[in-house]
């Protein structure tokens, strides 16, 4: 599942935001709200971020990644929409 950043900015908040990228990216520009747990960190250690009942909307810097990272987690039953072209389309639409 996929989601563009114009539906993303039109969704009634709180939603749940999960910026994927490495610390220094995320410190030098994310998306308002989000909360950043790079990828490796959330695959692992799921559980301890991660609840079955909510929905998480998770980008990467293009997209790539956090589409990988949402198929994953979907597999072990997680609800995870991936940001088509991650903060670089953001940053395009804001």
Do not use: W
């Not at 308002?32 to 301890?48: D, K, M, R, V």
């Not at 990644?65 to 670089?88: A, F, N, W």
Request: with cysteine; net charge negative.
């Amino acid at each position: 599942m996929k989601i563009t950043v114009d539906e993303l900015l039109s969704l009634k908040q709180p939603i749940y935001l999960i910026d994927i990228r490495d610390y220094d990216s995320y410190y030098n520009g994310h998306i308002p709200g989000a909360q950043n747990i790079i990828s490796s960190e959330l695959l692992y250690h799921t559980s301890s971020y991660l609840d079955f009942q909510f929905t998480y909307y998770i980008y990467c810097d293009v997209g790539y990644i956090s589409e990988d990272v949402c198929r994953k987690l979907r597999m072990r039953g997680y609800h995870v929409i991936s940001i088509i072209g991650g903060y670089q389309n953001y940053l395009l639409k804001k």
